[in-house]
Structures are given as C-alpha cells and as structure tokens.
C-alpha cells in the first residue's frame, strides 16, 4: 500500500479534461512539494510537474498542478491520444524521511 | 544532454547479491543528489535509495533497509547500488534518476533506461 494515494485508473475523450488526485498526509503532502511523474509505455518515467505546479521546459501547459491541504491534483485539457500513460505523484515524507511515490494512474484515452 | 546509464543487472539467485552501477554524463555529477527507483514487473514505482551529493545524507526503503547500499563516486561520476541477501520480491527494473539539487527532494528530473535484476533459482 503506497503512502500516496491515487486511483488505479481515469479516462477521457479526446478534447476532454481530465483530473487525477494524489491524497497524503500532514507529513507528506501537507508540508513538502509535490512532483508528478508520467511514464508512457515502455519507457523510463518524465518528470511532468514539479513543486506542485511548476512545468519543466517541454512539457506542454495543456498539463498543470494544484495542492491543497493533503492532496495534490493534475488536471490535463485537451487530451490527446499520446497522454495515455501512467501518471505518479512523489512527495517527500517528513515521517519516512524519505521520498515515496503514489501507487499510478493509469490514463486511458478513448 | 544528462546521460544515465546503468549497468550491472541481471539473473541472480534468492540470497545472492548484485552490484549495479550508474554512469552519468552531461551534467557536474557531484552537485546533485542521486537515487535509485524499481519498479517491479506490471507495479508501481518505488523509491529505493536516495544519496546526497556528498555522501553525507542516505535515505533506504524499509524493503531494502539492512540489504542494499548506496555509494557515489564523484571523482568517476559513478553511482553504486550494492544488492544483498536478494529476494523474489526484488525482481524489477532499477532505474538511476538524477535529482534537481544536491539535497534530496522527491523531485528528479533526468532517469536511465533502466537495468533489469531478476531474482529467482
């Protein structure tokens, strides 16, 4: 059981927004940032968010993050069929002393 | 361009050990934290073991506490993950990620390709 919670699954129609939630607690979300991760199929994982809503050069402003409280959020408009992947939220946790991802979303577009 | 390239996976049996190693490129090694992430067949990722960027700082997942350790070589631009008493449960892809800083922060930004360990007799 990972100490970020995420749904295992989402989906979309081309076009559409989508929303995909990351629920911690005081100790990990609560007080660090939180980065979001997407990994296409078969490859290595792409940082996509990071500090809860900062975009790395490259990434499109078609992504974007949010926190609030002990739950982060990334929203992707105008889906599009390349943003199937799985989507992972990281956060440091103070308790842990250490980083911990969210168990994936797995993004489907239809 | 950061290059990350692991080496050093591969068939091992349960209890048996392995060494992996990160060769990095492209970037002043020694000013950033390093880390070690798996992701098991078909699961998730999990942050296995993160290092700071002078050693001084180390952070193991409870799955690998006592088991695994982690070294750098800033001097090669090498990064080590030594692999005991290994189990099936150990099976997965291991990736070497860079981190932002040289603290570590849940926040990398550059990964390999990935090595894979396979545990099993």
């Known amino acids: 059981q990972s100490v970020l919670t995420q749904p295992p699954s989402a989906s979309g129609t081309p076009g559409q927004r989508v929303t995909i939630s990351c629920s911690g607690s005081?100790?990990?979300?609560?007080?660090?940032?939180v980065n979001w991760y997407q990994q296409l199929p078969g490859t290595a994982p792409k940082l996509l968010i990071y500090r809860n809503n900062q975009r790395p050069s490259g990434v499109p402003d078609r992504f974007s993050g949010s926190k609030s409280g002990t739950s982060a959020f990334l929203a992707i408009s105008g889906l599009r069929s390349e943003d199937e992947a799985d989507y992972y939220c990281?956060?440091?946790?103070?308790?842990?002393?250490?980083?911990?991802f969210g168990g994936g979303t797995n993004l489907t577009v239809l | 361009e950061v290059q990350l390239l692991e080496s050093g996976g591969g068939l091992v049996q349960p209890g048996g050990s392995l060494r992996l190693s990160c060769a990095a490129s492209?970037?002043?090694?020694?000013?950033?934290?390093m880390s070690w992430v798996r992701q098991a067949p078909g699961k998730g990722l999990e942050w296995v073991s993160v290092i700071s960027l002078s050693g001084g700082s180390i952070y193991y997942a409870d799955s690998v506490k006592g088991r695994f350790s982690i070294s750098r070589d800033n001097s090669k631009n090498t990064l080590h993950l030594q692999m005991n008493s290994l189990r099936a449960e150990d099976t997965a892809v291991y990736y070497c990620?860079?981190?932002?800083?040289?603290?570590?922060?849940?926040?990398?930004?550059?990964w390999g390709q990935g090595t894979l360990v396979t545990v099993s007799s």
């Open positions: 005081s100790s990990s979300i609560g007080t660090n940032y």
């Open positions: 990281a956060a440091w946790d103070d308790s842990l002393s250490g980083p911990v």
């Open positions: 990620a860079k981190d932002r800083f040289g603290v570590a922060a849940a926040e990398v930004d550059s």
């Open positions: 492209g970037f002043t090694f020694s000013n950033f934290a």
